[in-house]
């Protein structure tokens, strides 16, 4: 099996689904973890030399986060509603404590901070909503924690992919810092399909085929991009959601596509 694909399992006595850092991925920015919580149940944590934005994927919570209270945020009760979902962005150098009002779904999306500033409620209503691409290329975007917010390294973000649709397509990559052509991003894909007994196809690969490997996703599975070209197919019938953490040298979302398949762009409809 291949090592960028970390399966779903069943949530340990705490909750935790996936804990995925940067020395478990061999990478350098990105830490991912999942959490499902029984109402009543807490997570807390020290964010030491870390920023993290905590996403209600599902249900409600209350945030305590450096000395800050945010009360029964949340109340998404699928990941494909048609609402954003509650975050809260809690600094380096402070800690935050979550606790479920509801069954919850919890993301908690981690990269290098330096700079101590307010931890802050990111609302739905704060967040760009956008539907990219055409055809089958559609997808519905929630820019959760995009690059023009304040924030030192982190990028979050979630997709809908319809049902026979593709996403991150054509195939891009953003593994080389040659600003302001392309930056350098690790990522994790945090994957949903409705109904959950479906799958999707997700492909990582490079130029050179060094890197080239396709998997089977299913519901709740998380796919790790350390670099290369990253497309994501839904298939018919299935809904596809994801959400996505991105971290680098530089914050800033700049990407090549891949050249073979940059026509399809130019394609008459």
Known sequence: MTNLICKRSKPDETGCIHHITPESANWGYVGFDLYE?????????????????????????????????????GGRHSVFDDIAPHAVYVPAGSSFDVTAESDLTLGIC???GRTKRPARLIAPEDMGRETRGTGTNVRHVCNILPDTDVADSLLVVEVITPGG??????????????????SSLEETYYHRLNPSQGFAFQRVYTDDRSLDETMSVEDGD?????????????????????????????REWKFQNDPDHDWILNKPE
């Open 222 to 250: 998380v796919v790790m991009v350390p670099k290369g070209y990253h497309p994501v197919g839904a298939p018919h019938g299935y809904d596809l959601y994801y959400l996505n953490v991105m971290a680098g040298p530089v």
């Open 110 to 112: 981690s990269a290098p």
């Open 37 to 73: 919580l029984q109402s009543g149940q807490s997570v807390s944590r020290e964010t030491m030399n870390r920023e993290i934005c905590l996403v209600m994927v599902t249900g409600t919570a209350t945030v305590e986060a450096d000395g800050q209270t945010f009360t029964n945020i």
């Open 165 to 182: 649709n593709w996403s991150s397509y054509p195939p891009h990559r953003h593994d080389t810092d040659d600003l302001p052509r392309q």
